[in-house]
């Protein structure tokens, strides 16, 4: 991110609220490497914070009072922040001075203004909603002398997003833009919160294809209820089991008689893409790249096929880029549009060949170009200085 944003978003706080913001925190997107739909079935996820962040310059205002302005947009807006008829941004943000009065914590007045400056694309599958909640979480929390651990943050931009405006996201989001380290992904067991860093190997590339689905909170929504029909049947042959990701990778015979399509697919996703994870990042920490690569690729195959998360613009992107040589591709974040994680090759020649192909196939196709980026694992939130 560059001292441009921050300077963005503080000259927009003074431009609009006519004062100097009292404090300001940046928070990252993410790329998901592996373990995607994990998380809320208590499975483990590794995600790297990406270079794009979210800033939020903060000061207080009246009580109850949320008065919200955007780069995206610039038009200011005051809300009722204890209202329920809050829509956009405004709810994330409104979500997040609920939760921290809940915790006691946030802008002493109890009502807060704040500047949004973001380059983390929206609907990309980048997670910019967990980018706003916890850097916003982190600059209310500085107003009230910054009581809460990075955990807690996360805590709070969870359940703002949860709770609040009703997607029933995991907690990879959150724990990915509160905890990363640069050069590093963070491996997530779900259901324990136990966290490691992993080094994040190998040249990865990002491409999006532009396709925006307003569809994937209901999509996701819809699959959390099947993964919790899919549990509350298997119980019969469980009764202990909490978590979908907890089914036995041994017993897959037995799930597959226990469950009807379309619960049966979307269990042998979430059973496989467990133990592909832990593997995974045993496979990342040694360094064994290519491996590491094969794995993508049956991850998207999996969410392609078992957990129907994909659309074709995301596969013929995967494709083209296996058949230019990529070690490893696939679908990031929740699916059904957004972005294609790419893993390269050693070698500027084989790199050059992969996106060459991935933009000519994809052209062809649609007959416009997707956006190709490099992907660097940057660091978690942060407090940014607001002069
Ligand atoms: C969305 C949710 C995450 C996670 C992914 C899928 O990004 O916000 O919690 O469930 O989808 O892995």
Redesign the pocket.
């Known amino acids: 991110m560059s001292n441009f944003m921050l300077q963005n978003a503080a000259a927009l706080f003074r431009a609009t609220f006519g004062v100097a913001p009292l404090a300001a925190a940046s928070a990252p997107g993410r790329v ?1 490497l592996l ?6 079935n208590g499975g483990p ?1 590794l995600p790297i914070a990406i270079e794009a962040r979210t800033v939020v310059a903060a000061g207080p205002a009246d009580e109850g009072v949320l008065e919200l302005v955007s780069t995206r947009d610039g038009q200011p807006q005051r809300i009722d922040y204890r209202s329920d008829r809050i829509t956009g941004s405004g709810a994330y943000l409104a979500g997040v001075l609920r939760e921290l009065a809940a915790q006691r914590a946030g802008p002493p007045t109890g009502g807060a203004r704040v500047a949004v400056a973001s380059d983390v694309p929206i609907g990309a ?1 980048l ?1 910019s ?2 980018a706003l909640t916890v850097a916003a979480a982190r600059a209310l929390d500085l107003l009230g002398g910054g009581r809460l651990t990075a955990r807690q943050l996360a805590g709070v931009a969870f359940r703002a ?1 949860h709770d609040h405006v009703g ?1 029933r ?5 959150q724990m990915s833009a509160a905890l990363a380290r640069a050069g590093c992904a963070l491996f997530l067991e779900c259901a324990s919160l136990a966290s490691r860093h992993v080094p994040a190997r190998g040249r990865m590339l990002l491409v999006d294809t532009g396709v925006r689905h307003e569809l ?1 909170a209901g999509a ?1 929504n819809a699959r959390r209820a099947e993964c919790e029909a899919a549990v509350e049947r298997l119980r019969l042959e469980l009764p202990e089991l909490r978590w979908l990701a907890s089914w036995p990778a041994g017993w897959l015979l037995r799930l597959k008689r226990s469950l009807p399509e379309p619960l049966r697919s979307r269990a042998l996703h979430v059973v496989g893409e467990t133990a592909r994870t832990r593997f995974g990042a045993q496979l990342l920490a040694r360094g064994y790249v290519k491996r590491f690569g094969l794995l993508l690729f049956e991850s998207h195959e999996s969410c392609r096929r078992l957990y129907e998360c994909s659309a074709p613009e995301l596969d013929l992107v995967v494709a083209a880029a296996r058949r230019a040589g990529a070690l490893g591709a696939r679908l990031t ?3 059904w549009g957004g972005a294609v994680l790419v893993l390269l090759p050693r070698g500027k020649t084989v790199e050059a060949k992969v996106v060459r192909h991935i933009r000519r196939a994809f052209t062809v196709a649609y007959a416009r170009e997707p956006a190709i980026s490099s992907v660097r694992a940057s660091g978690g939130v942060r407090r940014e200085p607001v002069r």
């Open positions: 998901n373990g995607e739909h994990t998380d809320y996820v599958g997670a909603s967990a997003e997607v996201c995991g907690i990879m989001d994937a996701l974040g929740a699916g």
